[in-house]
């Protein structure tokens, strides 16, 4: 829907932009639990946005980190839509929690994908980034032993292998995989590609590109440090330069703005639909 602020401007919210299904399922468990009356500890936060995270928190969820809440007792422990090492597990159980998992389903079947390559004497590999929760849960299912690496930057320094099996963190651009298996074939060496990208995240490519075409400008609205986030943004602002990067409707500028400007609002899939609207509705008072 469109709406006419007082200035002239009109702001557009993206319908596709918002949270993935992981996301969704994660939080739907977490408020239904604190809805019930229920104490919930999340192991982290349990979205990469700043604004859902205090929201929840309002309501009564309490973010801790994996060491605290491993030294919980008969509490209940949410692990979030990013997943977790095998390790993570057996700590929380230890003390007679009640484990709740809202790993994403997707995240679930390429951790199996990867434990079973490992357990069958695979040599595993995976794209993605080392220090993301995703990916610390899928090198858990090799006890750590998986090689990492981020880049083909990275690459250019590592002893490659005769034969590897090459998974992919699921938030990885599809074009940027398949660089990588081009590059690493080229270099004479076997590979077992599993495309493991999520094709909503990937999808949300080609939406952001249109969508941001359509503007005069956009306001990109996600959490600091949603990699998802940053990765949408560069490619909205590569398809439109008048394109502002914000975590809250606080942060949204008037002088960004001139008269009758069509404004389009987008985010990351880490990004509440409510926030999306407060940034519009901060524009229409404009």
């Keep these: 829907m469109i709406k006419e602020g007082k200035l002239g401007l009109k702001a557009e919210v993206d319908q596709r932009a918002g949270f993935c299904m992981g996301v969704v399922k994660a939080i739907e468990k977490a408020e239904a639990l604190l809805d019930s009356g229920q104490k919930v500890y999340c192991a982290g936060q349990i979205v990469h946005n700043e604004e859902e995270v205090a929201r929840l928190e309002q309501k ?15 509490e209940n422990v949410l692990f979030r839509a990013h997943g977790e090492p095998p390790e993570s597990y057996e700590q929380v159980r230890r003390n007679n929690n009640i484990l709740r998992d809202a790993t994403c389903p ?15 004497g695979k040599n595993v590999w995976i794209f993605g980034k080392r220090a993301h929760p995703e990916v610390i849960g899928l090198a858990g299912q090799t006890t750590g032993e ?9 690459l250019g320094d590592m002893e490659l292998p005769g034969s590897l099996t090459l998974f992919s963190q ?13 590059y690493l074939r080229e270099k004479g060496v076997e590979v077992d590609a599993r495309d493991t990208i999520c094709r ?12 941001s075409r359509q503007h005069d400008r956009v ?22 330069s008048r394109c502002h990067f914000v975590s809250t409707a606080r942060e949204v500028q008037r ?20 926030l999306l609207e407060a940034v519009a509705q901060k524009i229409e008072a404009f």
């Design 60 to 74: 009564g969820l309490i973010t801790v980190g994996l060491e605290e809440a491993s030294r919980l007792e008969g």
């Design 106 to 120: 997707i995240v679930l079947k390429l951790q199996r994908d990867v434990r079973k390559a490992w357990n069958s």
């Design 146 to 154: 998986a090689v990492v690496f981020d880049s083909l930057e990275d």
């Design 170 to 182: 699921t938030t990885k651009k599809p074009e940027d995989f398949t660089r990588v298996v081009e």
């Design 200 to 211: 909503h995240v990937s999808g949300r490519e080609e939406d952001i590109k249109t969508f």
């Design 219 to 240: 306001v990109f609205v996600a959490g600091r440090h949603s990699s998802n986030g940053r990765m949408l943004y560069e490619i909205c602002r590569h398809h439109n």
């Design 255 to 274: 002088a960004w703005f001139t008269p009758a400007e069509h404004v389009g609002i987008s985010g990351a899939t880490s990004t509440p639909q409510w």
